[in-house]
């Protein structure tokens, strides 16, 4: 076995046995370390990286990059449980983390899956692939651009950020700064900041006259995750901000910016995930609870593309109890509009029940 200069364990994940450093790992990104970083909370964001890579690889894709791959694990489960034919480029500037993927690679017996040690933006602009995948320490940013034009038409590139501070309100500045963007710090925030990642995207995409499609977005603990289909061609780009009156609450997404009500933007005001491709994810047995869970959640929800609600801010507003969220669904339905649980809010809900609908719900006796 390669001697590291760090205590090392193997760990199960998926179909794969992973050789990771043994350190202190907790739930968010933490302090950056200069050995090959690998966090266990991010299984569910590799999860369903599997099942994205599958719905491609059936489509016809075959080439994979996985860009910052650190210990190698994301790109080894790829080469594993991904079926058809797929080859697997793993790569990361980092020496010891590509003497880890080596022997992860070796480890388990993979022929269609090779590592590099390059600086990702440089590696981008030597070829193309089917699927690019970028999830770095903090902010995309710096990698989007290159990332975007290193998808073939039609192909799909996945993008994290663990920057959500930023992106969702916390250091307003530093999103301005970074995402030339508006945040903005309510209950909604990470809806917000979500959008304000992909029509970071859509805005870079458009400058070199291509298109994205979001198939599957989410909010998971300390990161952001956006998984877009690129188009050849300019298409469409909904972007907007994102409106909300500090009185009512009512929130919408427009296309204009208001000076009458808090805004946030220029972000991705259509919709940020494809109700159809989501439906042909099917979590595999051996797959976290957690991805399942998440996965029906946003299913239910793909299909209303009004903002959520938080309850509890709803209730606060109007100074009465929170009521269930089964009895606030229920209510809704009954009156004939949509409404689903979201994955961003345990306490929040989507509908496309106009506001005064909604409020009568909440001031029922």
Not at 113 to 129: I, M, P, V, W, Y
Not at 141 to 164: R, S, Y
Not at 183 to 189: I, L
């Amino acid at each position: 076995m390669v001697k590291f200069g760090f205590e090392t364990e193997e760990i199960n994940e998926g179909k794969a046995r992973i050789i990771v450093p043994k350190t202190r790992r907790g739930k968010g990104p933490g302090k950056k370390e200069a050995f090959p970083f690998y966090n266990p909370v991010m299984e569910v964001n590799r999860d369903v990286s599997i099942l994205v890579v599958q719905k491609l690889v059936e489509k016809g894709g075959s080439r994979i990059l996985d860009g910052l791959s650190g210990t190698g694990i994301r790109g080894i489960r790829l080469a594993l449980e991904v079926e058809g034919g797929l080859s697997v480029l793993l790569n990361d500037w980092n020496e010891d983390s590509f003497e880890l993927m080596l022997e992860n690679i070796k480890k388990n017996g993979v022929n269609n899956a090779e590592a590099r040690q390059e600086d990702l933006n440089q590696l981008l602009s030597k070829g193309t692939f089917d699927y690019v995948d970028v999830d770095p320490f903090g902010t995309p940013v710096q990698f989007v651009d290159k990332a975007l034009k290193a998808v073939d038409d039609g192909g799909c590139l996945a993008i994290t950020a663990t920057d959500t501070a930023a992106l969702a309100g916390s250091y307003p500045g530093a999103c301005r700064r970074k995402y030339d963007a508006e945040p903005m710090q309510t209950r909604t925030r990470h809806e917000v900041g979500l959008r304000i990642l992909i029509g970071h995207c859509a805005r870079c995409a458009a400058d070199h006259g291509i298109g994205i499609h979001p198939l599957v977005s989410h909010s998971s603990d300390h990161y952001y995750r956006t998984y877009m289909k690129v188009t050849g061609g300019k298409s469409d780009q909904e972007l907007g901000y994102l409106l909300k009156d500090p009185d009512t609450l009512e929130t919408h997404l427009d296309v204009t910016k208001r000076s009458d009500v808090s805004s946030a933007g220029p972000l991705w005001i259509g919709r940020i995930w494809d109700p159809d491709f989501l439906r042909e994810l099917r979590p595999r047995s051996y797959m976290s609870s957690k991805t399942s869970k998440l996965l029906d959640t946003i299913k239910a929800e793909s299909t209303i593309d009004e903002p959520y609600y938080s309850s509890d801010e709803m209730a606060s507003r109007l100074k009465v109890h929170t009521p269930s969220l089964a009895s606030i669904l229920e209510s809704l339905r009954d009156n004939g509009y949509s409404a689903s649980l979201t994955h961003f809010d345990p306490k929040g809900f989507r509908t496309d029940a106009p506001l005064e609908s909604i409020l009568s719900v909440f001031q029922a006796d």
